[in-house]
């Protein structure tokens, strides 16, 4: 998997940047959010990633901080909601202003959000509030990331084969010792998709 990219801005546009890193150009989809601390053609970035494998196409996502990769991550798990989606919502709110909404069960809020209606509204609220951390209003503090454990590097592996996020959690959700290997993990997850 490909967790971040540093390299020299070739071309950017309001979703969608191309990044040179030794005369590879990586075209990487990005929220709005990453698009306006982006800084000027021929200067050096870092972004966070995030790929998607499909059977029709590979898709690299960025991000310019890991509050912005997380809330990505954990909203292309929510039924319903796919990538593109998801870097939609993150265009139109940042991380904290998002988990605030949620916490905070403003449906309005998240209506708002190009994109989404009220039923995938009510859905994020339903299937978000215990994935994101809360955070103090006023409070400098980064969101407080997960450590990763075997289960999510097993899941992130699922879906870098390809299978949608519903379907590695649900596959791994059926494991009843999570505490194996991740190699070990992904072989049971599999045989529960198949």
């Known amino acids: 998997m490909i967790g971040r990219i540093s390299g020299t801005l070739i071309g950017?546009?309001?979703?969608?940047?191309m990044i040179d890193v030794g005369g590879v150009g990586y075209e990487i989809d990005?929220?709005?959010?990453?698009?306006?601390?982006?800084?000027?053609?021929?200067?050096?970035?870092?972004?966070?990633?995030h790929l998607v494998v499909r059977e029709d196409a590979q898709l690299l996502f960025g991000f310019g901080t890991l509050d912005?990769?997380?809330?990505?991550?954990?909203?292309?798990k929510v039924n319903g909601v796919g990538p593109k989606l998801a870097i939609t919502i993150l265009s139109g709110i940042d991380a904290d202003t998002f988990a605030n909404a949620v916490h905070s069960k403003d449906v309005k809020a998240l209506v708002a959000l190009p994109g989404v209606g009220k039923k995938t509204a009510e859905r994020l609220i339903i299937e978000m509030q215990d994935r994101l951390p809360v955070r103090e209003a006023g409070s400098n503090k980064p969101l407080a990331i997960k450590p990763t454990d075997h289960l999510a590097d097993a899941?992130?592996?699922l879906i870098n084969l390809g299978f949608k996020p519903q379907e590695a959690s649900r596959a791994l959700?059926?494991?009843?010792?999570?505490?194996?290997?991740?190699?070990?993990?992904?072989?049971?997850a599999l045989k529960n998709l198949s």
Do not use: C
Request: proline share 2%.
């Open 12 to 17: 950017k546009a309001a979703t969608e940047v």
């Open 30 to 49: 990005i929220p709005l959010t990453t698009f306006y601390g982006l800084g000027d053609l021929d200067t050096t970035v870092m972004l966070h990633t």
């Open 68 to 76: 912005e990769r997380m809330l990505f991550r954990n909203l292309i």
């Open 155 to 157: 899941e992130t592996a």
């Open 173 to 188: 959700g059926a494991i009843e010792d999570t505490s194996d290997s991740v190699e070990n993990l992904i072989k049971q």
